[in-house]
């Protein structure tokens, strides 16, 4: 039985069953709390506490998995390319934008870590939430943070981002698609994005264009942060 739970097939067909589970449930209820990431999460977890599998034999198959999530994050470019129009004409906007959110996401951390006198390690793992994972892991990583509160910050942010967006854009007023997609991809990364997708392909765009600046963005503003800050 070992053999078995500890192949990474196992891990891969794990994650594929539930994510499949999750997009039917969402399917079903049409419930914008039904979100396919989360739901499929905790499919997984209870799977594995259940049937008493150790998480290191899952990871097996998880890591196989986040080995391709870098790659296949490249297909957000194609509605990006359809609407590169709108890049061309509003880029000021859409840079001020980028900057704007990724200032405030760190300043955010930062004040509430000092004010809540957290750990050193936990603001470090808590910095990143805001970006897209394959590169919120690297910077943790990079900084000496603790990976799962990274991913866990990261997760809770994109679902938050992903249901709420769309209420916040209501009450403000915000009906222009571009401040719509680079307000989710700044501060919801992919989870956000795959919400931004749904409510239109030019504000799909628009996170999808922002995920990846904002996330290079961070890894600087991180970088300096860490030789000052954290030193």
């Known amino acids: 039985m070992t053999q078995i739970t500890s192949s990474p097939l196992m891990g891969v067909l794990l994650c594929v069953g539930a994510y499949s589970t999750a997009l039917y449930i969402r399917h079903k209820t049409r419930s914008m709390y039904a979100n396919p990431f989360v739901v499929a999460t905790i499919l997984i977890i209870l799977f594995l506490s259940i049937t008493g599998i150790p998480y290191s034999h899952f990871k097996a198959g998880g890591d196989l998995i986040n080995m391709f999530l870098s790659p296949v994050t490249v297909i957000l470019a194609v509605p990006l390319y359809r609407h590169r129009n709108m890049l061309n004409r509003y880029y000021g906007a859409i840079a001020v934008g980028i900057s704007t959110g990724v200032i405030a996401a760190l300043v955010s951390i930062f004040a509430i870590s000092r004010l809540c006198d957290m750990d050193i390690m936990i603001e470090k793992s808590m910095i990143s939430k805001s970006i897209t994972a394959p590169i919120g892991i690297e910077i943790t990583q990079m900084i000496g943070g603790i990976e ?36 989710i991809g700044v501060s919801s990364h992919a989870i956000g994005t795959s919400k931004a997708l749904e409510m239109g392909e030019r504000i799909g765009a628009m996170s999808s264009l922002t995920i990846g600046i904002a996330g290079i963005a961070t890894v600087v503003m991180v970088g300096i942060m860490d030789m000052f800050l954290w030193d």
Request: glycine letters at 14%; hydrophobic letters at 55%; aromatic letters at 8%.
């Open 148 to 183: 799962g509160i990274t991913i866990l910050s990261i997760i809770s942010t994109g679902f938050i981002g992903a249901i709420f967006a769309p209420v916040i854009f209501k009450v403000l007023g915000i009906k222009h698609d571009v401040a719509k997609g680079v307000s």
